[in-house]
């Protein structure tokens, strides 16, 4: 004979789970009433639905930063759809996570995944959980851990674009304009000697074959091509950018003004470097009025 299945059984699975309802109900018939049961069942379902969304491409997210003192994280989710990225439990579940991050000092995706929550539930059950209950893919992409030397910036752009700056010198301010700048101007060293040496090749190949076009001599076009090369340089070097905030200096400038040195810096834009899938409605129609 079949359990009775109260009202107040499927509520409080629901809140265990996340779930929806007609789901935890059906759980609790299955399970005869036992409510561990019923969210072991419901986990183990999770599971096999993560493990068939898990190729499908996420091409949306969150960044979320927290910092203490000295030490901060950087925390890049991601989803399917710009939809769920603004979901509450989305954006819920990746506040909880960022803040296990911080609170355990944790530097890598793979050991957050494990960490477990105050509940004894790790980072990766409550991720299939949410999985089941959102219907998309959701992934931990990226994680940094920064313990700064004597200042650590912060800066967040719309939870889309993310920057930890380890500052040696200076203070919170110009560790925070930094940020800024770093999230706005993107780049991809702090000096230009540390721009790597395949980068460096593959843009003056560009140059030389741009000069020898011009017809030049070919002493004014070595001196083009040594012109561009320091200007791409510092295009792509933090140092060498003008400062966003005043294009007058460049970031050099405001470091040496404020006896500072940037040790190192961590940039995540969300998503950034996924290809998203462009869905084409009217071929979609087209193909299912063909099908038919």
């Known amino acids: 004979?079949?359990?009775?299945?109260?009202?107040?059984?499927?509520?409080?699975?629901?809140?265990?789970?996340?779930?929806?309802?007609?789901?935890?109900?059906?759980?609790?018939?299955?399970?005869?009433?036992d409510l561990e049961a019923a969210i072991?069942?419901?986990?183990?379902?999770?599971?096999?639905?993560?493990?068939?969304?898990?190729?499908?491409?996420?091409?949306?997210?969150?960044?979320?930063?927290?910092?203490?003192?000295?030490?901060g994280v950087m925390l890049e989710v991601n989803c399917e759809t710009d939809f769920v990225a603004r979901d509450v439990s989305f954006l819920d579940f990746t506040t909880k996570v960022v803040d296990?991050?911080?609170k355990n000092e944790i530097e890598t995706t793979e050991?957050?995944?494990?960490?477990?929550?105050?509940?004894?539930?790790?980072?990766?059950?409550?991720?299939?959980?949410?999985?089941?209950?959102i219907g998309e893919n959701i992934q931990l992409r990226r994680l940094a851990l920064m313990r700064a030397e004597s200042v650590l910036g912060s800066y967040s752009h719309?939870?889309?674009?993310?920057?930890?700056?380890?500052?040696?010198?200076?203070?919170?301010?110009?560790?925070?304009?930094?940020?800024?700048?770093?999230?706005?101007?993107?780049?991809?060293?702090?000096?230009?000697?540390?721009?790597?040496?395949?980068?460096?090749?593959a843009e003056r190949k560009i140059q030389i074959e741009q000069a020898l076009e011009s017809g030049k001599p070919k002493e004014l076009?070595?001196?083009?091509?040594e012109g561009r090369m320091k200007k791409f340089l510092n295009e792509v070097s933090l140092v060498g950018q003008?400062?966003?905030?005043?294009?007058?200096?460049?970031?050099a400038d405001l470091l040496k003004k404020n006896a500072a040195k940037v040790v190192d810096f961590v940039r995540f834009e969300a998503?950034?470097?996924?290809?998203?899938?462009?869905?084409?409605?009217?071929e979609e129609v087209m193909a299912q009025v063909k099908g038919n």
């Open 221 to 225: 076009i070595d001196k083009m091509i």
């Open 158 to 201: 719309s939870g889309k674009i993310g920057v930890l700056v380890n500052l040696s010198g200076g203070d919170e301010v110009l560790a925070k304009d930094l940020a800024m700048h770093i999230a706005a101007s993107k780049p991809a060293v702090i000096l230009p000697e540390q721009v790597s040496q395949d980068l460096v090749e």
């Open 242 to 251: 003008p400062f966003v905030k005043d294009p007058s200096v460049t970031v």
């Open 40 to 71: 072991e069942a419901m986990r183990v379902s999770g599971q096999a639905k993560a493990v068939k969304k898990a190729s499908r491409v996420v091409a949306e997210g969150v960044v979320m930063i927290r910092h203490d003192g000295k030490i």
């Open 111 to 133: 050991a957050l995944m494990d960490a477990k929550f105050a509940s004894g539930e790790s980072v990766e059950e409550v991720r299939q959980v949410l999985i089941t209950k």
């Open 100 to 102: 296990l991050a911080l």
């Open 271 to 282: 998503a950034e470097g996924i290809e998203k899938k462009v869905d084409n409605f009217a």
């Open 1 to 33: 004979m079949s359990a009775v299945i109260s009202a107040s059984l499927v509520k409080e699975l629901r809140e265990r789970t996340g779930a929806a309802i007609m789901d935890c109900k059906h759980a609790l018939v299955t399970a005869n009433g």
